[in-house]
């Protein structure tokens, strides 16, 4: 054989080869063909089925397609006919695939074999632990507690008939909670639902303190619309996007303008805005300002004249630009008025002051003046399910309810917490002192976790759920796409041999019937309930699915992922006219932000959702842990993000470990110099700090994986009874040690040559030269 | 003979090139006669004794001539051929019991392994490493449903041309001298005017 | 059966200006292509894989201060800077547009990696690893690159063969923006990205979404294009197969026009 160049390649790359082979035998599993004994229909090797289902790595529940081969989950997919999400994906929905096949998951029940949350448990039959269920359950069920994520559809039934069959209670958790969100919406717009934000057809989008594109209420389908807000297909002009937030949050460095109000302070610009618009006549033809302003017109706002309260709401200087503040006010109200349709959004940190639902109320009620009420690029309203008994506003505890549960459990009222995916030990603030009631003699938990977290530790028995892909389930968005929609979630694949997890619903069911309270549960299984519901949808013959039969039915909507009808839209919910003397009464509601904590040398603390992790419910996820945060490109810790200057001031480096102290605690991360945060803000992510659990969630240093909720004191927003998670004041001090980031930035240097590397790599142009898209 | 002194160092060059020559020429040989895709093996003792003369021979030769792709039925439709499901033996097996005591106590397994739920565990005899993206269904479709009669082929003769004559082997063998090496690959892609760019096999 | 074989040439359209920098796109690809977990130390050793990534760039000091995001993949270029310099050709360019990396004739050189002024070659210094149960999750179509050898963005090649073999070879059609989107074919970062500021196609395709911004790239200097696109370091001329649409600044707002 002559030693061609393609020849000796081959034998250079073959003995690398052969020595690799030579080192490491071949796996003994690759050498056997295994013959399935039974071949389902479906299962054809090789080939992928696509199911669809919902997504329950976040609140919104998207539809997904799974892709499926050979009985294993493989990839998570928008899908496309689902109207939240319309095909796209967020950061969190691949994620699902490694809860399903995570290496630190729950195997099958358990009971507390060690002191209390030691986290020692024995592995138990699933008999032994619906026994010892049942038996708590008929001694201790008045008074008893089934505390959940906020839980919608049938499940949400099930879970409040359950708790009521049984003489307790049902209360939907949420970490950073939308109490205030919901109750300043229904006071401005009289509409039960939330309602539909049509950024797609606006052209001034004006949000406060909503990070809409990151964590929000619905980001997916927010990223989706903003798209088409930017560019969208036979859009004329592209989206204005302002965004009035004390911290430079994701959706704070998409937008064209940014502008840093001082904490707490954005009801006042809000209505400052307002008294502008009226003032000068801005407001969209129809609206009626006598109504509104109660028959006073602007003198109803009075007090909120830009110049009145300008030097309140912290503008800082270098925005200004010579201008003076009231000036700034001005021109956005101008703006706002003038490129309509235009659309207010608040939320976010603006909800969670002391002062938070005068703030949303001022906010949501700037869409009345310029006409975007229940119109095209405004607010949208939702008509609830034809279905009438199922829930579609998850039922969600306010801070006093959680106080109040962490009552009854200390005076024995309580004596039964039966928790579902509801971290409390992790989410509430300290002051609460939920921990501490778990102490108490006498108190039972059942955790239905699927994986050990700081609640199911505390647990005396746990009853490890399936994870939703191997689940039945069924969702009504909140918010609803502007239609009613009945989202369905169907096992897509069977749990692993090794695991026997239990349905949550199943259990419930199961438990109910046992104890003899099932007259309000008819229902065998999950299934069962859903399949009614069909049934009943297919009665109604309408909405998205036409079919001859109700097993046809069934069928498709399993297939499709669900049932919607986008006739009962728009037509069916009136806009809501403004409730006479609105702004009069908000106005007169108006107050200054109240902080507590240390006042001189401090900072607003401005706790966030993780991008990835939210509320950390993702925190055990290798996935959403190595997506680097945007802003920050930060992965795997708990950072403090501090002012750029004023870090440098502090004498404070990348890195360096910092101990920040508030009325309720002290926590440490890693100090993150951003270049884009006010002077007087420290923001830090939540997600991070667990002490049980997941080693991907739990291995790390305690100086650089925290729990920010540690920081909270409880203090509450006036009148909604939410909690304010963003009135508190801190101190942030040097410890003198230092450890390295682990963020993304920097991690490719060869063409970060030069003073502003981005010019060269991000081209940038100007609305007028962007014409044909 | 004396070396001379500065002839020690030359002698320990010349050894340890000899020897490092060696240790690679004896690499290269094992990588070239081990590597997978030239074959397991000729033909490795299958946890259940299954005569493909007997199902799939011809009948003047006393089988009962079934198609390959009447068990392989992925064959046609996706990547993998796959060995049937043991269900699917059961659809004749259920009646058929055998009619030597072989085949009875053979029969008997597959049964066994239905009613015990257990799959059978074959032994592999063709491989191509897992770099390696091989689509079964674009080559029989390739060489059945083409324009000229050598693309016109029944299923079975395209299954021969890699596979040889499964039909007639009572343990399944690799076919003699049939490489499932790239070059082999290439040749045909070649002959028959198929791409041979290497995103077509490797992903 | 359909015989004739339809040339493609893939190609990619990155809308700067709708890119939210919501890391969707780098959750998509790595659960598509078995890209190998990024542990805590793997982003303090710099050496974080991530076949499609975020770029973050900071502009001006707070409060007048930008945060301008782009995604950054394999470019795909059509004069590629790491393709000469491999030994042992294991990077090349192949009929359909695509920078191959063939795995099993890398040798690790790692002269490409050097070579590429986009950074988006990633080498595999360790075996990858993954718990046991996490393999269930492994995408059979993409081959698990072992030590020593780089990986990069393949444009999910194992989608677009699926989708030749499905769509034409099958079924004799031709492939086309909406089936690869219906028969989710389209590469994974693509299909996930919210905003749409990723669309993928056929350049060869008349109908393709993405035609027009090559068309315009390929025949008009930077200034004197119609689109907003632009080539990533176009000065190198490496003839990228990725065009971006550039990031609009809307301020100073044109005043006192109303939109109906």
Same mark, same amino acid.
């Given at each position: 054989?002559?030693?061609?160049r393609r020849n000796?390649?081959?034998?250079?790359? =073959?003995s690398?080869v052969?020595?690799v082979?030579?080192?490491?035998p071949?796996?003994?599993q690759?050498?056997?063909i295994?013959s399935p004994?039974?071949?389902?229909?479906?299962?054809?090797?090789?080939?992928?089925n696509?199911?669809?289902t %919902?997504?329950?790595?976040c609140?919104?529940?998207?539809?997904?397609l799974?892709?499926?081969?050979?009985?294993?989950?493989?990839?998570?997919?928008?899908?496309p006919?689902y109207?939240?999400? $319309?095909?796209k @994906?967020?950061?969190?929905?691949?994620?699902?695939?490694?809860?399903l096949?995570?290496?630190?998951?729950?195997a099958?029940p358990?009971?507390?074999?060690g002191?209390?949350g030691?986290?020692?448990?024995?592995?138990?039959?699933?008999?032994?632990?619906?026994?010892?269920l049942g038996?708590?359950?008929?001694?201790?069920?008045?008074g008893?507690?089934?505390?959940?994520?906020?839980l919608r559809a049938?499940?949400?039934?099930?879970?409040?008939r359950?708790?009521?069959a049984?003489?307790?209670?049902?209360?939907?958790f949420?970490?950073?909670?939308?109490?205030?969100?919901?109750?300043?919406?229904?006071?401005?717009? @009289?509409q039960?639902?939330?309602?539909d934000f049509?950024?797609?057809?606006?052209?001034?989008?004006?949000?406060f303190?909503?990070?809409?594109?990151s964590?929000?209420l619905?980001?997916?389908?927010y990223?989706?619309?903003?798209?088409?807000?930017?560019?969208g297909? /036979?859009?004329?002009?592209?989206?204005?996007?302002? $965004?009035?937030?004390?911290?430079?949050s994701?959706?704070?460095?998409?937008?064209?303008?940014?502008i840093?109000?001082?904490?707490?302070?954005?009801?006042?610009l809000?209505?400052s805005?307002?008294q502008?618009?009226i003032?000068e006549?801005?407001?969209?033809?129809?609206?009626? +300002?006598n109504?509104?302003?109660?028959?006073?017109?602007?003198a109803?706002?009075?007090?909120?004249? #830009?110049?009145?309260?300008? &030097?309140?709401i912290g503008?800082?200087?270098?925005?200004?630009?010579?201008?003076?503040?009231?000036?700034? +006010?001005?021109e =956005?109200?101008?703006?706002?008025?003038?490129?309509?349709?235009?659309?207010?959004?608040?939320?976010?940190?603006? &909800?969670?002051?002391?002062?938070g639902l005068?703030?949303?109320?001022?906010i949501?009620a700037?869409?009345?003046l310029?006409?975007s009420?229940?119109?095209?690029g405004?607010?949208?309203?939702?008509?609830?399910?034809?279905l009438?008994?199922?829930?579609?506003n998850?039922s969600?505890?306010?801070?006093?309810?959680?106080?109040?549960?962490?009552a009854d459990i200390n005076?024995?009222?309580?004596?039964?917490?039966?928790?579902?995916?509801?971290?409390?030990?992790?989410?509430?603030?300290a002051?609460? /002192?939920?921990?501490?009631?778990f102490q108490?003699?006498?108190?039972?938990?059942?955790s239905?976790s699927?994986?050990?977290?700081?609640?199911?530790a505390?647990?005396?028995?746990?009853l490890?759920d399936?994870?939703?892909?191997?689940d039945?389930?069924?969702?009504?968005?909140? #918010?609803?796409p502007?239609?009613?929609?009945?989202?369905?979630?169907?096992?897509?694949?069977n749990?692993l041999s090794?695991?026997d997890?239990r349905s949550?619903g199943?259990?419930?069911?199961?438990?109910?019937?046992?104890?003899?309270?099932?007259?309000?549960l008819?229902?065998?299984?999950?299934?069962?309930?859903?399949?009614?519901?069909?049934?009943?949808?297919?009665?109604?013959?309408?909405?998205?699915?036409?079919a001859?039969?109700?097993?046809?039915?069934w069928?498709t909507?399993l297939?499709?992922g669900?049932?919607?009808?986008?006739?009962?839209?728009i037509?069916?919910?009136a806009a809501?006219?403004a409730?006479?003397g609105l702004?009069a009464?908000?106005?007169?509601?108006?107050?200054?932000?109240?902080?507590?904590?240390?006042?001189?040398?401090?900072?607003?603390?401005?706790?966030?959702?993780h991008?990835?992790?939210?509320?950390?419910?993702?925190?055990?996820?290798?996935w959403?842990q190595g997506?680097?945060d945007?802003?920050?490109t930060?992965?795997w810790?708990?950072?403090?993000?501090l002012?750029?200057h004023?870090a440098k001031?502090m004498?404070?480096?990348e890195?360096?470990?910092?101990?920040?102290e508030?009325?309720?605690?002290? +926590?440490?991360? %890693?100090?993150?110099?951003?270049p884009?945060?006010?002077?007087?803000?420290?923001?830090i992510p939540?997600?991070q700090g667990?002490?049980?659990?997941?080693?991907?969630?739990s291995?790390?240093?305690?100086e650089?994986?925290?729990?920010v909720?540690? %920081?909270?004191d409880g203090?509450?927003v006036q009148?909604?009874?939410?909690l304010?998670?963003?009135?508190?004041r801190?101190?942030?001090?040097?410890?003198?040690?230092?450890?390295?980031?682990?963020?993304?930035?920097?991690?490719?240097?060869?063409?970060?040559?030069?003073?502003?590397? &981005?010019?060269?790599?991000?081209?940038?142009?100007?609305p007028?030269?962007?014409?044909?898209h | 003979?004396?070396?001379?002194?500065?002839?020690?160092?030359?002698?320990?060059?010349?050894?340890?090139?000899?020897? !490092?020559l060696?240790v690679v020429?004896?690499?290269v040989g !094992?990588?070239?006669?081990?590597n997978?895709?030239?074959?397991?093996?000729?033909?490795?003792?299958?946890?259940?004794?299954?005569?493909?003369?007997v199902?799939?021979?011809?009948?003047?030769? /006393?089988g009962?001539?079934?198609?390959?792709?009447?068990c392989?039925r992925?064959?046609?439709?996706g990547a993998?051929?796959t060995?049937?499901?043991v269900?699917?033996?059961?659809?004749c097996? $259920?009646?058929?019991?055998?009619?030597t005591?072989t085949?009875?106590?053979?029969?008997?397994?597959?049964?066994?392994?239905?009613?015990?739920?257990?799959? +059978?565990?074959?032994?592999?005899?063709?491989r191509?490493?897992?770099?390696?993206r091989f689509?079964?269904?674009?080559?029989?479709r390739?060489f059945?449903?083409?324009?000229?009669?050598?693309?016109?082929?029944?299923?079975?003769?395209?299954?021969?041309?890699?596979h040889?004559d499964?039909?007639?082997?009572?343990?399944?063998?690799?076919?003699?001298g049939q490489? %499932?090496?790239?070059g082999?690959?290439?040749d045909?892609?070649?002959?028959?005017?198929?791409?041979?760019?290497c995103?077509?096999?490797?992903? | 059966?359909a015989?004739?074989r339809i040339?493609?040439?893939?190609?990619?359209?990155?809308d700067?200006?709708?890119?939210?920098?919501?890391?969707?796109?780098v959750?998509?690809?790595?659960?598509?292509?078995?890209?190998?977990m990024n542990?805590?130390?793997?982003?303090?050793?710099?050496?974080?894989?991530?076949?499609?990534r975020?770029?973050r760039?900071w502009?001006?000091e707070?409060?007048k201060?930008?945060?301008r995001?782009?995604?950054?993949?394999?470019?795909?270029?059509?004069?590629?800077?790491?393709? #000469?310099?491999?030994?042992?050709?294991a990077?090349?360019h192949?009929?359909?547009?695509?920078?191959? $990396?063939?795995?099993?004739?890398?040798?690790?050189?790692?002269?490409?990696?050097?070579?590429?002024?986009? @950074?988006?070659?990633?080498?595999n210094?360790?075996?990858?690893?993954?718990?046991?149960?996490l393999?269930?999750?492994?995408n059979p179509?993409?081959t698990?690159?072992?030590?020593g050898?780089?990986?990069?963005c393949?444009?999910?090649i194992?989608?677009?063969?699926?989708?030749?073999?499905?769509?034409?070879?099958?079924?004799?059609?031709?492939?086309?923006?909406?089936?690869?989107?219906?028969?989710?074919l389209a590469?994974?970062?693509?299909?996930?990205?919210p905003?749409s500021?990723?669309?993928?196609?056929? @350049?060869?395709?008349?109908?393709?979404?993405i035609? #027009?911004?090559?068309e315009?790239?390929?025949?008009?200097?930077?200034?004197?294009?119609k689109?907003?696109g632009?080539?990533?370091?176009?000065?190198?001329?490496?003839?990228?197969?990725?065009?971006?649409?550039?990031k609009?600044?809307q301020y100073?707002?044109k005043?006192?026009?109303?939109?109906?």
């Amino acid at each position: 054989m002559s030693l061609t160049r393609r020849n000796f390649l081959a034998w250079a790359g =073959l003995s690398a080869v052969g020595a690799v082979s030579c080192a490491i035998p071949r796996k003994e599993q690759e050498l056997a063909i295994e013959s399935p004994v039974r071949l389902p229909e479906d299962l054809v090797e090789g080939l992928d089925n696509w199911y669809a289902t %919902l997504c329950r790595q976040c609140p919104c529940a998207e539809g997904v397609l799974v892709r499926v081969m050979e009985g294993r989950a493989k990839k998570v997919q928008g899908n496309p006919v689902y109207p939240v999400n $319309q095909g796209k @994906q967020s950061v969190r929905c691949d994620g699902g695939l490694q809860a399903l096949y995570h290496p630190h998951r729950l195997a099958g029940p358990m009971q507390r074999s060690g002191p209390r949350g030691s986290g020692q448990f024995q592995a138990i039959s699933w008999d032994a632990a619906l026994a010892a269920l049942g038996q708590q359950l008929a001694a201790n069920g008045s008074g008893m507690v089934l505390a959940t994520e906020p839980l919608r559809a049938h499940l949400g039934l099930i879970a409040g008939r359950f708790a009521q069959a049984f003489g307790g209670k049902h209360l939907g958790f949420e970490t950073l909670d939308q109490v205030t969100l919901r109750a300043a919406l229904e006071s401005v717009y @009289q509409q039960p639902l939330l309602p539909d934000f049509d950024l797609a057809q606006a052209n001034y989008l004006l949000s406060f303190g909503a990070d809409f594109l990151s964590t929000w209420l619905s980001p997916t389908r927010y990223g989706q619309a903003y798209g088409q807000f930017r560019h969208g297909e /036979g859009r004329k002009e592209r989206g204005i996007h302002v $965004q009035v937030e004390p911290r430079f949050s994701m959706t704070a460095a998409n937008a064209d303008r940014w502008i840093p109000i001082g904490p707490g302070w954005e009801g006042h610009l809000a209505l400052s805005m307002a008294q502008v618009i009226i003032s000068e006549g801005l407001q969209a033809p129809g609206v009626n +300002i006598n109504a509104i302003t109660g028959g006073k017109g602007a003198a109803a706002l009075e007090p909120f004249r #830009p110049e009145a309260v300008a &030097g309140k709401i912290g503008l800082p200087e270098g925005l200004l630009e010579g201008h003076s503040a009231a000036d700034v +006010i001005k021109e =956005l109200a101008r703006d706002f008025a003038k490129h309509r349709p235009s659309l207010a959004v608040g939320g976010g940190s603006a &909800g969670a002051h002391s002062n938070g639902l005068f703030n949303l109320k001022a906010i949501y009620a700037l869409n009345y003046l310029v006409g975007s009420v229940g119109t095209a690029g405004g607010v949208k309203f939702n008509a609830g399910l034809p279905l009438n008994e199922l829930p579609s506003n998850a039922s969600v505890g306010s801070l006093a309810d959680w106080k109040k549960v962490a009552a009854d459990i200390n005076s024995g009222a309580t004596k039964l917490l039966m928790v579902h995916q509801a971290d409390l030990a992790y989410g509430l603030p300290a002051s609460v /002192g939920m921990v501490q009631a778990f102490q108490r003699e006498g108190l039972f938990i059942a955790s239905f976790s699927t994986f050990l977290d700081e609640t199911s530790a505390q647990a005396d028995l746990i009853l490890p759920d399936r994870v939703y892909l191997e689940d039945w389930g069924s969702d009504v968005p909140d #918010p609803a796409p502007g239609y009613p929609v009945l989202g369905v979630q169907q096992p897509v694949v069977n749990p692993l041999s090794d695991y026997d997890p239990r349905s949550f619903g199943d259990v419930l069911l199961a438990v109910a019937q046992q104890q003899g309270k099932a007259a309000n549960l008819p229902w065998a299984t999950l299934r069962d309930a859903l399949r009614e519901s069909s049934d009943k949808l297919f009665a109604l013959r309408r909405g998205s699915i036409r079919a001859g039969s109700a097993d046809e039915f069934w069928r498709t909507m399993l297939q499709r992922g669900g049932w919607w009808d986008e006739s009962a839209g728009i037509r069916n919910v009136a806009a809501p006219s403004a409730p006479a003397g609105l702004l009069a009464q908000i106005a007169g509601e108006a107050a200054a932000p109240v902080f507590s904590g240390p006042e001189a040398e401090s900072f607003h603390l401005l706790p966030f959702s993780h991008n990835s992790l939210l509320d950390g419910r993702n925190s055990h996820l290798p996935w959403a842990q190595g997506a680097p945060d945007p802003v920050t490109t930060v992965t795997w810790q708990t950072w403090v993000e501090l002012n750029e200057h004023k870090a440098k001031e502090m004498g404070l480096r990348e890195g360096d470990v910092v101990k920040v102290e508030s009325a309720a605690g002290s +926590i440490s991360g %890693l100090t993150y110099l951003n270049p884009a945060l006010p002077p007087d803000v420290v923001g830090i992510p939540l997600g991070q700090g667990r002490r049980h659990g997941s080693e991907y969630a739990s291995g790390r240093l305690p100086e650089e994986s925290s729990n920010v909720m540690d %920081l909270l004191d409880g203090a509450q927003v006036q009148g909604s009874g939410g909690l304010a998670w963003a009135a508190a004041r801190v101190r942030v001090t040097a410890t003198g040690t230092s450890r390295r980031v682990s963020k993304f930035e920097g991690t490719s240097m060869a063409r970060e040559i030069g003073e502003t590397p &981005g010019e060269r790599i991000i081209h940038i142009t100007s609305p007028s030269n962007s014409g044909g898209h | 003979m004396k070396l001379g002194r500065n002839m020690v160092p030359l002698a320990l060059v010349g050894l340890g090139t000899s020897l !490092i020559l060696l240790v690679v020429v004896v690499v290269v040989g !094992i990588a070239w006669y081990s590597n997978p895709p030239f074959g397991l093996g000729d033909a490795p003792p299958q946890p259940i004794a299954f005569p493909h003369t007997v199902h799939a021979g011809a009948p003047e030769q /006393g089988g009962q001539g079934i198609q390959c792709e009447f068990c392989h039925r992925n064959v046609t439709k996706g990547a993998a051929a796959t060995v049937p499901a043991v269900e699917q033996c059961l659809f004749c097996h $259920q009646q058929v019991t055998g009619t030597t005591e072989t085949a009875r106590v053979e029969i008997a397994k597959v049964k066994a392994s239905f009613e015990n739920n257990t799959p +059978i565990q074959w032994e592999r005899v063709h491989r191509v490493p897992d770099h390696v993206r091989f689509v079964h269904e674009a080559h029989i479709r390739f060489f059945t449903e083409g324009e000229t009669p050598e693309t016109q082929l029944p299923v079975s003769q395209v299954c021969s041309v890699c596979h040889g004559d499964v039909a007639g082997m009572t343990v399944v063998a690799p076919k003699p001298g049939q490489s %499932l090496k790239m070059g082999t690959c290439l040749d045909c892609h070649r002959q028959n005017n198929i791409p041979t760019d290497c995103t077509v096999c490797h992903q | 059966m359909a015989t004739e074989r339809i040339d493609h040439k893939w190609g990619m359209v990155i809308d700067v200006d709708r890119c939210t920098g919501c890391q969707a796109c780098v959750v998509a690809c790595q659960a598509e292509n078995n890209v190998p977990m990024n542990t805590p130390d793997r982003f303090l050793e710099r050496r974080a894989y991530e076949w499609i990534r975020i770029e973050r760039y900071w502009e001006g000091e707070f409060p007048k201060v930008k945060a301008r995001f782009i995604p950054i993949l394999c470019q795909h270029c059509g004069n590629a800077p790491c393709e #000469p310099v491999c030994p042992v050709y294991a990077t090349y360019h192949n009929d359909q547009g695509l920078n191959v $990396q063939v795995y099993n004739r890398c040798v690790g050189t790692r002269y490409c990696i050097n070579n590429c002024p986009y @950074q988006v070659r990633f080498f595999n210094w360790w075996e990858p690893q993954w718990p046991n149960t996490l393999q269930n999750q492994l995408n059979p179509d993409v081959t698990v690159r072992s030590r020593g050898i780089m990986e990069k963005c393949t444009f999910c090649i194992q989608r677009l063969r699926r989708a030749e073999l499905a769509l034409e070879r099958q079924e004799g059609g031709r492939i086309n923006d909406q089936n690869l989107a219906e028969r989710n074919l389209a590469p994974a970062c693509v299909a996930a990205c919210p905003t749409s500021a990723l669309m993928f196609g056929d @350049q060869n395709d008349p109908n393709s979404k993405i035609r #027009p911004y090559f068309e315009d790239a390929n025949t008009h200097s930077e200034r004197e294009r119609k689109t907003r696109g632009y080539r990533l370091l176009e000065e190198m001329g490496t003839g990228a197969n990725v065009i971006y649409l550039k990031k609009v600044e809307q301020y100073p707002l044109k005043q006192g026009e109303s939109h109906g």
